[in-house]
């Protein structure tokens, strides 16, 4: 058995990670440790929690001793830390929590790690590891900064981060490449585009939009709606890190991304006309669609054509310091690691559509507690 100590397992990607690690592995034991914030959802591993592979701990990743204790329990022999403050628009609002827990808490978990996996010293003092140990830090492309009309990010671009959340993921990048150049340790960065699909929680683009539609409420575009995002599918950013987990050189940083280039306002079309179309041709996901009484008409399934159109978009005020567009050339990791991505972009944002549409009952749970507070804050005076 291979112990995985897996962090932010439940929130979006992490979840996914963890379904797709049991699904693939037999001989895989899993260790969540997620202090479940708002973005963190155990609905979303109801199936995996009864599986004995998986164990779930409540737990900050900046609390040493919770770090510790399951170091003592388990035989970790990997850690994925994907748990991070992730949302632009709140480091915005609080920058301090971010830098809290994606800085501390990432050197927290480099520390406890360190330490657990020392087996003495080599003979110019760096300390050796247990054979076969490895931290992947799960980062992001907004490290690199912002692109202009052309050109990529590589592994060798310089850092430049611009918003307090790539402020925070960049620092957490530097304390990682830190512990690799001054106590040798095995660790990996991925640097990684947009992530979309399932349990993907509903105050990011995608998302919030399907989420929007559904309910007949107006579709928030930040300022002109020409920001580029590089859209990637979420089990194919699973996959590039399961590789370079295990087939990544030590040391080195991987970009991935799907040469998957969209302005915001192309995926706010794309969600519309889509999201319509499964409608018509689906009468069972009818209930999925509440629509909305406004005074001079009822949206429902029935007349979705004269409502479910354009129409719902509306441009707001621009996020402060807005990127105006990411783009990663992936060519590294699929050199080094033939990775490259599997799910077309068309064929994704369908089924990504189709799950929300069948899965209303988990949005209804995420969306339950401080949701429709955020979302007054954020978009009410817009
Ligand atoms: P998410 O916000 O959906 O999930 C984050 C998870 O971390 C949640 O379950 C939350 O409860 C947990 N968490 C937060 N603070 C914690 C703490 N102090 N201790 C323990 N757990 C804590 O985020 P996501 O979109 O799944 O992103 C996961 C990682 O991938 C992040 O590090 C993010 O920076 C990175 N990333 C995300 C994307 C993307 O498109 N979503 C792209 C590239 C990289
Ligand atoms: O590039 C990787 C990053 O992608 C990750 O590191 C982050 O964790 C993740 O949240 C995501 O950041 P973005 O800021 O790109 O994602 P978000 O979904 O918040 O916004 C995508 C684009 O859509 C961005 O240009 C802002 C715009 N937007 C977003 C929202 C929520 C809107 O126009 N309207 C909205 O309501």
């Given at each position: 058995m291979k112990y995985y100590l897996i962090t932010?397992?439940?929130?979006f990607i992490g979840s996914n990670f963890v379904k797709f690690m049991l699904k693939k592995y037999q001989d895989v034991h899993v260790v969540i440790l997620d202090n479940?914030?708002?973005?963190?959802?155990l609905g979303t591993l109801k199936n995996e929690l009864k599986d004995p592979r998986c164990t779930f701990v409540k737990g900050d990743i900046c609390d040493q001793e919770v770090v510790k204790k399951i170091f003592s329990g388990y035989p970790i022999r990997y850690v994925v830390n994907f748990a991070a403050e992730s949302h632009v628009d709140r480091s915005i609002e609080n920058p301090q929590l971010f830098l809290q827990t994606n800085i501390l808490g990432t050197q927290n978990l480099l520390d406890v790690a360190k330490k657990n996996w020392t087996t003495g010293k080599d003979e110019k003092g760096y300390p050796a590891y247990l054979d076969g140990v490895k931290y992947l830090q799960v980062s992001t492309?907004?490290?690199?900064g912002s692109l202009g009309e052309t050109g990529y990010f590589t592994e060798t671009t310089p850092l430049d981060p611009r918003s307090p959340y790539s402020a925070s993921k960049t620092g957490a990048d530097l304390i990682v490449v830190a512990y690799s150049e001054t106590y040798k340790m095995p660790v990996n960065i991925t640097r990684c585009s947009n992530n979309y699909g399932p349990y993907h929680f509903p105050e990011k683009l995608i998302p919030l939009i399907i989420k929007n539609i559904l309910e007949g409420k107006k579709l928030p575009v930040y300022g002109d709606g020409t920001n580029v995002r590089d859209w990637l599918y979420v089990e194919d950013h699973c996959k590039a890190i399961d590789l370079v987990l295990h087939k990544g050189r030590t040391g080195e940083v991987y970009n991935v991304g799907g040469h998957n280039e969209k302005q915001n306002i192309q995926i706010v079309r794309l969600t519309i006309e889509t999201v319509r179309r499964l409608l018509k041709e689906n009468p069972e996901y009818r209930s999925a669609c509440r629509g909305e009484v406004n005074s001079s008409e009822k949206k429902t399934p029935d007349n979705i054509d004269d409502w479910m159109n354009d129409s719902l978009i509306t441009y707001v005020t621009d996020r402060l310091g807005h990127d105006q567009r990411y783009a990663i050339d992936p060519a590294k990791i699929t050199k080094e690691l033939a990775w490259s991505p599997e799910t077309k972009f068309e064929d994704g944002i369908v089924k990504t559509i189709r799950w929300y549409l069948e899965n209303q009952d988990w949005v209804n749970e995420v969306t339950s507690g401080d949701y429709q507070k955020y979302y007054e804050e954020m978009y009410g005076s817009r």
């Open positions: 932010g397992g439940a929130g479940l914030t708002y973005a963190g959802n492309d907004e490290v690199y």
